[in-house]
């Protein structure tokens, strides 16, 4: 996981954590983190939640600090976590001016070294999507009832909708981005990822003392979740 999305970083992190810009485009900086705010605004909005000036804020798979970058306008404190060295560096280099942000090497499974009710919020930005394997993403589900303080808040995505996490690429795209005119790695299983079942995420989240207070996006790649710890 790590090696695949240090590559993706080398190769055009922008366009790796928002796929929506296009590929290598020398005109897409702008765009990318002007959309920080609205992506932001969309995932809280559709959860119900405000960030508050007081709150100590965990951010799971922060990329090059698109998100992190509006939180730390609101927020006391955020960390912000990602399992790709090279996206940390390059985040590092965009937001060396926010003083309020730790960044951190996540191990890809856990929130280690963050210590237990810490936080107010956690949020993620279509990053468990892409973990190929669901247990892990339920295991970060847990470690969000560890790390939330009572009545902390968690929002994020993950898909509930298995058939879009096939392989697809065509013989041409492959060709494309031999050469490097397409992005690579949509083949692979840290690009794929998985889906999970709502019955599943009930399940981890009651292992963490959270509570399921919305779902919005069932069947979908993008199913948003709020949680509550109790």
Known sequence: M?????????EDAFYFVDNRIGY???????RFWAGGGEALDILLGTA???????????????G???????????????RALDISAEMLQQAKEHNGHLENVEWGHGDGKSLAGIP???ADLVVSHVVFQHIPDPAITLGYVREMGRVLTPGGLAAFQVSNKPDVHQARSSVGEKLKAAVGRAPKGQTHEAWLGSAVEVDQLRAAAGDGGLDVEKLAGEGTQYMLVRLRRR
């Open 2 to 10: 790590q090696q695949f999305w240090d590559e993706r970083a080398k």
């Open 24 to 30: 290598r485009d020398p005109e897409a900086e702008a």
């Open 48 to 62: 119900d939640i405000t960030v508050k000036p007081t709150d100590s804020v965990v951010e799971i798979g922060c």
């Open 64 to 78: 090059v600090g698109r998100l992190t970058r509006v939180l730390s306008e609101r927020a006391a404190s955020v």
């Open 116 to 118: 237990d009710g810490e």
